[in-house]
Antibody
Framework: QVQLVQSGAEVKKPGASVKVSCKAS????????MHWVRQAPGQGLEWMGW????????NYAQKFQGRVTMTRDTSISTAYMELSRLRSDDTAVYYC??????????????WGQGTLVTVSS | EIVLTQSPGTLSLSPGERATLSCRAS???????LAWYQQKPGQAPRLLIY???SRATGIPDRFSGSGSGTDFTLTISRLEPEDFAVYYC??????????FGGGTKVEIK
């Protein structure tokens, strides 16, 4: 079955970087855009951007430009999201999600299980 | 950027009742590119509806979506115990980015 499995929880200090992985299985990894969405504790969903696993092209939400980098390794069907210069308000659960449309502007199914990133001194 | 406003913030209902959730966009959502998700505590969101009214695979027919332009609705015809959760709308037709609504919590009355 189609599945996205993310890396485990991380604790980082302010100013550090974090890199979260998302391993895809059950479908052709390069055939679907991958998005990253985050959710701060008790809050709603916030879109961060997408990567086209086929070309490596990216599109980041303006809020994160300059701090986020999305990459992929097609040999192991894995997408990555790296967020730098972490602040306490970056504490959140980070999700990857497959885009079912062909353009990178679509609906998401499935989602990974989420990775909690805690930023604390 | 399109802003999505969901109402009410919380809906208190009993099992068996009908739930009507609203999602209003700050400008027209092109081609009804609107989706709905369900999220339970400690879980990732789950796709319910896409294209404003198409049910995702495996979603029971008590869930239905409707609307166009700036006004969209998710209806749960008869609430089951497992339907008590938070629901989010998402628009995906507009560059530069996708946006989510703030969510509606459906709680047991």
């Amino acid at each position: 079955q189609v599945q996205l499995v993310q890396s485990g929880a991380e604790v980082k200090k302010p100013g550090a970087s974090v890199k979260v992985s998302c391993k895809a299985s059950g479908y052709t990894f390069t055939g679907y855009y991958m998005h990253w969405v985050r959710q701060a504790p008790g809050q709603g969903l916030e879109w961060m951007g997408w990567i086209n696993p086929n070309s490596g092209g990216t599109n980041y939400a303006q809020k994160f430009q300059g701090r986020v980098t999305m990459t992929r390794d097609t040999s192991i069907s894995t997408a990555y999201m790296e967020l730098s210069r972490l602040r306490s308000d970056d504490t959140a659960v980070y999700y990857c999600a497959r885009d079912l449309h062909s353009s990178g502007y679509g609906w998401f199914d499935p989602w990974g299980q989420g990775t909690l990133v805690t930023v604390s001194s | 950027e399109i802003v999505l406003t969901q109402s009410p913030g919380t809906l208190s209902l009993s099992p068996g009742e009908r739930a009507t959730l609203s999602c209003r966009a700050s400008q027209s959502v092109s081609s009804s590119y609107l989706a709905w998700y369900q999220q339970k505590p400690g879980q990732a969101p789950r796709l319910l509806i896409y294209g404003a009214s198409s049910r995702a695979t495996g979603i029971p027919d008590r869930f239905s979506g409707s609307g166009s332009g700036t006004d969209f609705t998710l209806t749960i015809s008869r609430l089951e115990p497992e339907d008590f959760a938070v629901y989010y709308c998402q628009q995906y037709g507009s560059s530069p980015g996708l946006t989510f609504g703030g969510g509606t919590k459906v709680e047991i009355k």
